[in-house]
Structures are given as structure tokens and as C-alpha cells.
């Protein structure tokens, strides 16, 4: 049996809760750009590479949709052929601004209450509070973190406490009510 040379890097994005960052490979240089909402310390990547080969940093072996990784700096992926032949990828993250979501009607907030914040505090530690705005309505949070795992809330009364210890952090905050939604980002402790 011989062993395969292939050693590509076929293709690389980025997961995010909701939706991927696809990269664009060119030589040897992997370019992917996210909002800069995106916590990019602990970044999952989707890749493919040829039959065969395996993905490294360093000395851990990668898997695809799997592990996390800082982008703060560049990181090479090295792919291994069956044969042991090597190429080094190098992925640049960079980071986009991003525009706020359009002001939603439904969920009553109008242009004068654009900059109101819908929850409070923020940065929070376990609780959020409703702005006057949303107390009487029937609204739902979901908390996910950045890499969209959704954290389970607890109502109680007024306010939505968080019912386990999380990390410090960026977390997004889906605010729906009937089928209005609106996501804000949350700053954890």
C-alpha cells in the first residue's frame, strides 16, 4: 500500500453561533474575517483537507468543528500526508465592525428608544432586569455564549437570573417576543 503525498488544506471557516465565517484559502495563507462581536481567543474552525492527511498546531492534532483556538495572532495548521510530508497554513482572523440590528417595531422599540438598553446591567454577574419597556409583555431571553451554546435563564419576578457559574465574557442575549426577536451583546464579570 503507498502512502498518499496529499497534504492540502481544502477548506477553513469559521463557526459562530448562527452562522459560519467561510476563510479563502490562497497558497499557502488562510484570510477569514468575523464581526468584531466575536470573541476571537476561543475561535472553532471548520476545515477539510485532503484524504488521508491529519491537521496540527504544534504538537495537537486538530479536529474540524471541534477544537478551539486563540486567533488573537496568527496560527499556522500544519497538514501531514500519510507519507509525512508537511505544508503550513497560515490563518489571519481579522475582525470587521459590525452595525447594530435594525430597530425593531414589533418588540415596541421605536427610534427614541434605540439607545435605551433592553436589559440592565451591563456588564452583569448572574441577573438581568427588563427595561419598563419589555415588563409587561411576555418575552423569552436565551443567553448563548460565543461559541452558541445556549445557558439556561430562570424567570423570577422581574428579573432573569442565570442558573449555573459562567466564564467572564462576550454572551449574546436573544430577546423574543411572538415572532419578534432581537439580539443584544451582554458583557459578563
Do not use: C, W
Amino acid at each position: 500500500m503507498i502512502n498518499s503525498a496529499e497534504n492540502d488544506l481544502l477548506s477553513f471557516g469559521i463557526q459562530m453561533p448562527n452562522t459560519a465565517a467561510p476563510g479563502t484559502i490562497a497558497s499557502l495563507k488562510v484570510s477569514v474575517s468575523v464581526p468584531d462581536t466575536v470573541d476571537i481567543t476561543r475561535l472553532v474552525a471548520k476545515f477539510s483537507q485532503s484524504k488521508g492527511a491529519d491537521v496540527y498546531i504544534g504538537d495537537f492534532r486538530q479536529i474540524s468543528g471541534l477544537t478551539s483556538n486563540d486567533f488573537t495572532n496568527d496560527v499556522t495548521y500544519t497538514v501531514v500526508a500519510e507519507n509525512g510530508d508537511q505544508l503550513n497554513y497560515v490563518v489571519s482572523v481579522s475582525q470587521e465592525a459590525t452595525t447594530p440590528d435594525p430597530i425593531d417595531p414589533v418588540l415596541g422599540i421605536g427610534d427614541e428608544m434605540a439607545t435605551k438598553a433592553l436589559v440592565f446591567p451591563n456588564p452583569f454577574d448572574q441577573e438581568l432586569f427588563l427595561d419598563e419597556s419589555l415588563k409587561n409583555k411576555a418575552v423569552k431571553l436565551t443567553l448563548h455564549n460565543t461559541l452558541g451554546q445556549t445557558l439556561p435563564l430562570t424567570r423570577q419576578g422581574e428579573s432573569f437570573r442565570i442558573n449555573h457559574d459562567i466564564n467572564p465574557g462576550l454572551y449574546l442575549l436573544t430577546i423574543e417576543e411572538a415572532n419578534a426577536r432581537k439580539t443584544v451583546m451582554l458583557l459578563k464579570r
